[in-house]
């Protein structure tokens, strides 16, 4: 019986923290970028630097009618915002926060788990793409499939050089294995899953398959209220992931210069945090990418520089032992 | 999810065909849904419909995968056909403007022989599984669990790295005879 209950509070845990972390990274990005770029907008609501920005929002979408178009394959385009959220869901219960049992649930092929599993909530916008029957949405499908085509496969080598450096595909395994020095041998990598991360998400600078200002938002142009509301907390669900993996993967974890009994889950939140930082700051400095131009990076900068990387992570390997 | 897995797994002890297990009657539902999925696949008129009941098969055979401990294997099988040769196949249905509704020529006169092919398939499988196993019983829990990624690793690069390799290069042939194939494509369009 103890052993369901502890099943149940791991899942119950992971749930909210999926329900809160979006919304704070969501929150952050308002407060970020309106003082990068001066905006005045989100900082009024609710007096105090605009807390209330993200309820007025909650609130408006709540109260926007669900619009299905006419011309659209009507349960396709209902399905599709799930299609996209769910997975980030899922890769959640594999993360570990702190070492010891601190992870939802430990699955032994880690790294595929989370990889795999990422890659099926892309489908969600190809559905949405799709469905709606509308040729910017069109557009915007093809960009991301374009887009997970290209991004894939760095992502996933820049992964298994962090497998090979540790001997383990399990993520709470790669960290234990963690050393600080790892931090400059696997950099490249490093780099490399990061970029490949925000292009899976769609996150500025490589957002062309959204592109609000040529293509309207892509796949999600037809969406309104809620189910938009669902797409926009996936990319948020995925820039939570996406700096978790990052963390778990490359920064070492709950590893930390001090207080890694007791404080480590603190330090995984804290490089989290710095992360998801990153990726806003991204957003507000650099401009959009044009699709031939990602195309280019991925294909002659990520992949063999992600290939450089597995070779030297193999040597280094084969010297030290 | 795995957890959940080993503790019905582990309820396996007395096994017999008349008293199926849980993980048994899970098993075969699974396999039914997957099956029912894969039907409607091939017979649906709706070409992104297809695609999309493409998923629930292979998730569905995925999950059995799981249910048999092969941890890595599924979520291989996840990572390689569900996250990039459906994404691929839904790219050129996206292409080549799939309709939403019915395609009226979504309608193969191969059919009856494509039926044949698949079912002559599916018998040459079902023998050559039936014939290398025969009454072997395979216990899925234990101290050593078959399915697992180190097991999975010490079995293809211990035992078989020969045909491991020989795949590879297999596959190496396939990849460069489809660019040499593209760019031929290119030189005609030039003209």
């Known amino acids: 019986m103890s052993d369901t209950l502890d099943v149940v509070l791991r899942l119950l845990?992971?749930?909210?923290?999926?329900?809160?972390?979006?919304?704070?990274?969501?929150?952050?990005?308002?407060?970020?970028?309106?003082?990068?770029?001066?905006?005045?907008?989100?900082?009024?609501?609710?007096?105090?630097?605009?807390?209330?920005?993200?309820?007025?929002?909650?609130?408006?979408?709540?109260?926007?009618?669900d619009i299905v178009p006419a011309g659209a394959d009507r349960r396709i385009f209902q399905l599709a915002p799930a299609v996209a959220l769910l997975p980030y869901l899922l890769v959640l219960v594999a993360i570990p926060v702190g070492p010891g049992n601190a992870v939802g649930q430990v699955v032994d092929a880690g790294i595929f788990f989370v990889l795999a599993v990422m890659g099926v909530g892309v489908l969600g916008s190809l559905m949405a793409g799709w469905a709606s029957a509308n040729k910017f949405s069109l557009l915007g499908g093809l960009r991301t499939a374009a887009q997970l085509m290209a991004y894939e496969l760095p992502m996933?080598?820049?992964?298994?050089?962090?497998?090979?450096?540790?001997?383990?595909?399990?993520?709470?395994?790669?960290?234990?294995?963690?050393?600080?020095?790892?931090?400059p041998w696997q950099i490249v990598g490093a780099v490399v899953f990061f970029v490949a991360g925000l292009a899976e998400l769609q996150r500025p600078p490589f957002d062309m398959p959204v592109a609000d200002s040529e293509i309207i938002f892509g796949a999600y142009t037809e969406y309104t209220g809620l189910r938009f509301a669902l797409f926009l907390l996936s990319e948020y669900a995925g820039i939570v992931v996406l700096c978790g993996l990052t963390t778990v993967l490359f920064l070492g974890g709950w590893h930390g210069p001090f207080g890694a009994d007791g404080l480590g889950w603190l330090w995984t939140l804290l490089k989290t945090a710095v992360l998801a930082f990153v990726v806003?700051?991204?957003?507000?400095?650099?401009?959009?990418?044009?699709?031939?131009?990602?195309?280019?990076?991925?294909?002659?900068?990520?992949?063999?520089?992600?290939l450089a990387q597995i070779a030297l992570t193999g040597v280094v390997k084969v010297v030290t032992q | 999810m795995t957890g959940a897995m080993t503790t019905l797994a582990a309820s396996t002890a007395p096994h017999g065909f008349l008293s199926p297990t849980g993980v048994e009657i899970v098993f075969l539902l699974v396999g039914l849904a997957t099956l029912g999925a894969a039907v409607v696949t091939v017979t649906t008129k709706q070409l992104v419909h297809a695609a999309l009941w493409l998923v629930v098969a292979l998730g569905g055979l995925a999950v059995e995968y799981l249910l048999l401990t092969a941890e890595f294997i599924a979520w291989v099988q996840v990572l390689i056909y569900v996250g990039s040769v459906v994404v691929l196949l839904l790219f050129g249905l996206m292409l080549t403007k799939a309709p939403i509704g019915r395609s009226p020529d979504a309608d193969s006169g191969n059919r009856w022989a494509a039926l044949g092919v698949a079912a002559a398939a599916a018998a040459a499988l079902v023998w050559v599984v039936v014939d290398a196993f025969r009454t072997t019983w395979i216990g899925l829990d234990g101290d050593a669990p078959q399915g697992t990624t180190k097991v999975s690793g010490e079995i293809l690069f211990r035992h078989w790295v020969l045909p491991f390799e020989a795949l590879s290069v297999?596959?190496?042939?396939?990849?460069?005879?489809?660019?040499?194939?593209?760019?031929?494509?290119?030189k005609e369009g030039e003209r």
Do not use: C, N
């Open chain 1, 280 to 306: 806003i700051w991204l957003r507000v400095t650099y401009p959009r990418l044009r699709e031939d131009q990602l195309q280019k990076l991925a294909w002659t900068a990520l992949i063999p520089l992600a």
């Open chain 1, 13 to 65: 845990a992971v749930f909210v923290v999926f329900l809160v972390l979006p919304l704070v990274i969501g929150q952050t990005e308002h407060k970020v970028m309106a003082h990068m770029q001066g905006r005045l907008g989100p900082m009024y609501a609710g007096g105090f630097h605009g807390w209330a920005q993200l309820v007025a929002d909650g609130v408006k979408f709540a109260q926007k009618e």
């Open chain 2, 170 to 186: 297999l596959l190496l042939a396939a990849l460069v005879g489809a660019i040499v194939l593209s760019r031929k494509r290119d």
């Open chain 1, 156 to 183: 996933l080598l820049a992964a298994a050089s962090v497998a090979m450096a540790a001997g383990t595909v399990s993520l709470p395994g790669i960290v234990d294995a963690f050393h600080w020095w790892w931090v």
